[in-house]
């Protein structure tokens, strides 16, 4: 675990009363279930090194920051700000104002900028979740595939007068939306994410089914929206049980049957909500934050990995902390 020696400009105030604030423990929480040693080794290889010039902010601090954003769904100005206004961020990312200024938004820019050049986002998803299996959870061979509408903004004011023509719009029930899909493969035992897809929002949730599978399972689910992807998911896992839910109601009758099989699918395809709740309710994620699908791919990559260890931090805090 990393550590950073404070001057007194980063010290705690010196009042007699006081308790953490739930801000506080949720940091220290994350702190403890983060692997920062592997995911340091990870970026390090990319990262700039000193040289003669201006001398490139740690690379703890950096990532430290990157995580921030996604915790607490800050921007780039937004997190700057947020340096000089909470202790609280500065202790976490090991930012001393008595040494160093605070990161700025061009230098948070340009590290999420070298996240996505290099495809970093998958690889930090990849290690949470080989970190986790270290710790006794592993993905079995059941998996739940799932995809949630992540809005966009459909204003064209703006610099280019237009939107981003990377989103589209689709029609859930009677309603439109304009933005990105998140498809993601969800582990059906433990709920752990392992397959992250991005598409626009026009994407139908099947054409990513084969995408979202690790190719050793035994059963996936999914809602009615699968239904008839059983070759589809032959191809990828060929040992697969088609278990995604069928159509019950005809045009004279109702297939009490099915309809009795997919409330028993439901059960367990429920869980693939719970990653979509952190998401969206603990995380805020409920925008997407850049244009483009590939820079919104990287960050929710990297978000779904931190759904992972907020899952399962409990089991992977250390006794009586």
Known sequence: MARFQQTLASQASFEKHGRKSKRELFLDQMNQVVPWSELLALVEPFYPKAGNGRQPVGLGIML??????????????GMEEAFYDSPTLRRFAGVDLGVAAAPDETTILRFRHLLEQHDLGGEILMTVNHYLETKGIRISTGTIVDATIIAAPSSTKNSKKER??????????????????????????ETVVHTV?????????????????????????????????TEAIHETAPQAQDMTSRRTKFKNYVDEEAKRKNTTKARVRAKVEWPFRILKRIF????????????????????????NLYQHRNRLAPQGA
């Not at 929002?201 to 929206?225: C, Q």
């Open 164 to 189: 981003d023509p990377a989103m589209h719009q689709t029609k859930k029930g009677n309603q439109w939306y304009f933005g990105a899909k998140a498809h993601i493969g969800v582990d059906s035992k």
């Open 64 to 77: 430290r920051t990157y995580f921030l954003q996604q915790w607490f769904s800050l921007s780039d100005p």
């Open 197 to 229: 897809v991005t598409s626009a929002a026009s994407v139908a949730d099947k054409h990513m089914l084969p995408d979202l599978l690790h190719g050793g399972e035994k059963k996936v689910w999914g809602d009615a929206g699968y239904q008839g992807q």
């Open 284 to 307: 805020g994620f409920t925008k997407v934050r850049y244009r483009g699908i590939w820079k919104n791919h990287q960050w929710l990559c990297a978000a779904f990995a931190l759904v």
